[in-house]
T-cell receptor, first 117, second 116 residues
Framework: AQSVTQLDSQVPVFEEAPVELRCNYS??????LFWYVQYPNQGLQLLLK??????LVKGINGFEAEFNKSQTSFHLRKPSVHISDTAEYFC???????????????FGRGTSLIVHP | DAMVIQNPRYQVTQFGKPVTLSCSQT?????MYWYQQKSSQAPKLLFH???????NEADTPDNFQSRRPNTSFCFLDIRSPGLGDAAMYLC???????????????FGPGTRLTVT
């Protein structure tokens, strides 16, 4: 069974500073990788996804993530955060079709990004 | 806009009084999911439907049931809510397991359930 590790439960940062939210996964086979954002009292919204191809993926709201197969990581980054980026961020992994496929994602426990003025 | 809709957004029920939460989608997706999310935790999958095929997670309590009368609608029934069932309930959809699908999920805004 695959697992997803988000080591940081909370990441406080000042406005306009860069941020990195870490995500590592355990699967040794081909995977699809996702980052979702959840604002208070709302559902999850897809930020970006890696399916194949370029390892650097750009998403909405200025976020990007880099897939590193050797380190089984998919860290999320933003060069300059805003107050409005304060939210919960979830990393998720599914097995790709090449790995037999499973449309059920495994979620990390989430990282709370807190942006201070 | 195609979307996932959940009603109501906030639901208050009494201990032991049955409650039904609803979800509808205009995406025509094959798969619909129900998640339970408690404060500061990841969503926990309760069950999902692939078309009409129901898939229950092994640790989902019997107190939770689901119905999917057609492609667009899915319901979560909690037969006898306990205080521990107070949570946010999220409905999500995805296209399913087809070549080229990326399996990304589309979430509704959630229903926050309070049990008094």
């Amino acid at each position: 069974a695959q697992s997803v590790t988000q080591l940081d439960s909370q990441v406080p940062v000042f406005e306009e500073a860069p941020v990195e939210l870490r995500c590592n996964y355990s699967s040794s086979v081909s995977v699809y990788l996702f980052w979702y954002v959840q604002y208070p009292n709302q559902g999850l919204q897809l930020l970006l996804k890696y399916l194949s191809g370029s390892t650097l993926v750009k998403g909405i709201n200025g976020f990007e993530a880099e897939f590193n197969k050797s380190q089984t990581s998919f860290h999320l980054r933003k060069p300059s955060v805003h107050i409005s980026d304060t939210a919960e961020y979830f990393c998720a992994v599914t097995l790709s079709g090449a790995s037999g496929g499973s449309y059920i994602p495994t979620f990390g426990r989430g990282t709370s990004l807190i942006v201070h003025p | 806009d195609a979307m996932v809709i959940q009603n109501p957004r906030y639901q208050v029920t009494q201990f032991g009084k049955p409650v039904t939460l609803s979800c509808s989608q205009t995406l025509n997706h094959n798969v619909m999911y129900w998640y339970q999310q408690k404060s500061s935790q990841a969503p926990k999958l309760l069950f999902h439907y692939y078309d009409k095929d129901f898939n229950n997670e092994a640790d989902t309590p019997d107190n939770f049931q689901s119905r999917r009368p057609n492609t667009s609608f899915c319901f979560l029934d909690i037969r006898s809510p306990g205080l521990g069932d107070a949570a946010m309930y999220l409905c999500a959809t995805s296209r399913g397991y087809n070549p080229g699908d990326s399996y990304e999920q589309y979430f509704g805004p959630g229903t926050r359930l309070t049990v008094t």
